[in-house]
């Protein structure tokens, strides 16, 4: 949905409680407190009172527009901005094109984020590719006082494995999904866990660089490696092409839109990139699609601050 559409559909907050409403409940709403359907709308208001359990409820209750002060017209802007960004926007830019202050346009596109976590509803098969790769800023070298020239040997921030970067470690189905995911180390044991929780080694074949990390997934499943080393990039359907074409893409939109981006944070901006990279090729409604998944989306945030750890909100345990 455009933001033409979005601004003439749902210019009021009524407008937008009915179509959330109707999303999440199709005119039978239900008390999130105790399941009860025995409710009653209070008049005037967007309110819900139960008459099992005695307490009034909304539509927003325990979702990512919950205690916000933001009007829902606004927030379905936002929303639709970053559905059509699909390289990403920045807090700044969403600040001037809603008009609202930065720290509410940054806190705003952190819960939209939250909403796109879709981890659990992934599983890879057919030929798959595994890969790493670094996110952090530029390498740094020191110079020399006298030409004040680059220094090759003393990078500060190196590139590549053994560098202080973040590891970021993505596996995609070919012409399907994508799955990332931020791993402290690049163990034989991390990676195993990812590639058996996201992939289904008995349908699969995966397709790796010579990372010493990854030899331990021939025990699982059919494994093969290109050798980057030796410039081997391609052995006849055998390569990685796929995933690092990803990784260009998550990189530029970083230093296009961002800038720079904070551990701690990083997370968030790698679901936006997954989420837009698995409905590239969304025909339906994508903007309908999003907010049932957003009505589903627990309080993710209390002010400005996390309810819990990016990586325990992000990485949550799947129920399979």
Known sequence: MNIPDIHKKFNTRNRCILYLETLKWNKKPVCPFCDSEKVYKRML?????????NKDFTVLHDTIFEESKLPLSKWFVIIGLMLNAKQGISAKEIQRNVGTTYKTAWYSAMRVRCAMIDH??????????????????????KYSKKDNEPNLSKLTSKRGRGTSKVPVVGIVERKNKIVLKVVDRLTSKNLVGMLKEFVNTDTSIVVTDEFKSYKAFDEIVQHYTVNHSKKEYVKGMMHTNTIEGFWSIVKNSIKGNYKAISKKYLPFYLVQAQYNYNHRNYSANLFEKFLKQALETDKPMIGYKPVKNVNKIVYKTCKK
């Not at 208001?45 to 099992?52: A, G, L």
């Not at 659990?120 to 070298?141: A, H, S």
Request: aromatic share 10%; proline share 3%; hydrophobic share 25%.
């Open 45 to 53: 208001s967007i309110k819900y009172h139960c008459n099992s359990c």
């Open 120 to 141: 659990c509803n992934i599983e890879l098969e057919n030929v798959v590719e595994m890969d790493e790769t670094y996110v952090g800023g530029k390498p740094r070298y």
